[in-house]
């Protein structure tokens, strides 16, 4: 799956965008069109950083924050959004199955309704209208090509996505073993996935949704975060996926790399 924040293709459920929480506009700004070649959209008033673009595309949009708290406006870091046909709907669903609303339903400046909620298991994640839009589609260096969510209990958190976003999990298998990692699927093409945080190594940290954008050469994007004031938090590594890494911004927000 790959998209944008101005909308991925309008399918109930599936990735609607991503956006950046950050403290420091510019700073991310130098940092990811330095690292991926992405253009930068400036407010009305030219004053201000508002999303990201790459192309005729756009990648994500761009908001302030304060802190590091992981409450309300306070979040930092890379937040996926799902596309739902009804906001207030999908909230009482959220509600209903154990999840929590961080930010009640608003209307942004071109009138799409969203929210901010909490998962059953507790990984945070936007709720986004589909307005029917259609989306900018690519693969490729720079784009978002893949989405997950890494939560504390596996059932619980597939269980919670079937029955607030209609998903259809599908436990991956290689070699005639399953792995607790499953895609969710919309017709025969895996668009997003959710896994159990503990074979991931990341036993007793909290759930989490991530991003994934292409590399070309994944091992010298990972030495250029590093040049660039980011961190490499894993370095490249093969996996039955594919080769990823995983990387933080100078101001800490996480992101994935993945080899195409």
């Given at each position: 799956?790959?998209g944008?924040?101005?909308?991925s293709?309008?399918?109930?459920g599936?990735?609607?965008?991503i956006g950046?929480?950050?403290?420091d506009?510019?700073?991310a700004a130098?940092?990811y ?14 004053t201000e950083?508002?999303a ?6 756009m990648?994500a949009?761009?908001h302030?924050a304060?802190g590091?708290s ?5 979040f930092?870091?890379w937040?996926i ?8 709907t999908?909230?009482g ?10 930010i009640?339903?608003t ?9 901010v909620?909490?998962?059953?298991t507790?990984?945070?994640?936007g709720v986004i209208?589909?307005r029917g ?6 693969f ?11 939560v504390?209990?596996f059932?619980?958190?597939?269980r919670f996505?079937?029955?607030v976003f209609?998903w259809?999990c599908r436990l991956?298998a ?7 990692y499953?895609?969710?699927?919309k ?15 990341r ?17 010298s994007?990972t030495?250029r975060v590093d ?11 093969d ?5 990823v ?5 100078p101001q800490?927000?996480?992101f994935?790399?993945y080899?195409?």
């Amino acid at each position: 799956m790959h998209g944008n924040e101005a909308r991925s293709s309008a399918r109930s459920g599936l990735p609607g965008g991503i956006g950046l929480y950050t403290p420091d506009a510019g700073e991310a700004a130098d940092f990811y069109r330095a690292l991926f070649s992405w253009d930068i959209v400036s407010s009305d008033s030219q004053t201000e950083i508002s999303a990201f673009s790459l192309g005729s595309g756009m990648i994500a949009n761009v908001h302030a924050a304060v802190g590091r708290s992981e409450d309300s406006q306070h979040f930092a870091g890379w937040q996926i959004s799902l596309s739902v046909s009804d906001v207030d709907t999908a909230l009482g669903k959220v509600e209903e199955n154990g999840g929590k609303i961080v930010i009640p339903r608003t209307k942004d400046g071109e009138g799409d309704k969203r929210a901010v909620v909490r998962d059953s298991t507790g990984a945070r994640l936007g709720v986004i209208e589909d307005r029917g839009n259609e989306g900018f589609s690519a693969f490729g260096p720079g784009l978002p090509v893949w989405y997950e969510v890494l939560v504390t209990d596996f059932e619980e958190g597939m269980r919670f996505y079937r029955d607030v976003f209609g998903w259809e999990c599908r436990l991956y298998a290689s070699e005639g073993k399953t792995f607790p990692y499953a895609t969710n699927r919309k017709g025969e093409s895996s668009v997003c996935g959710i896994g159990d945080a503990s074979y991931f190594g990341r036993e007793g940290e909290s759930s989490m949704w991530r991003v994934y954008f292409g590399a070309e050469d994944i091992d010298s994007s990972t030495k250029r975060v590093d040049e660039l004031g980011g961190k490499t938090l894993s370095e490249p590594r093969d996996t039955p996926w594919g080769r990823v890494a995983e990387a933080a911004d100078p101001q800490g927000a996480m992101f994935m790399m993945y080899q195409i």
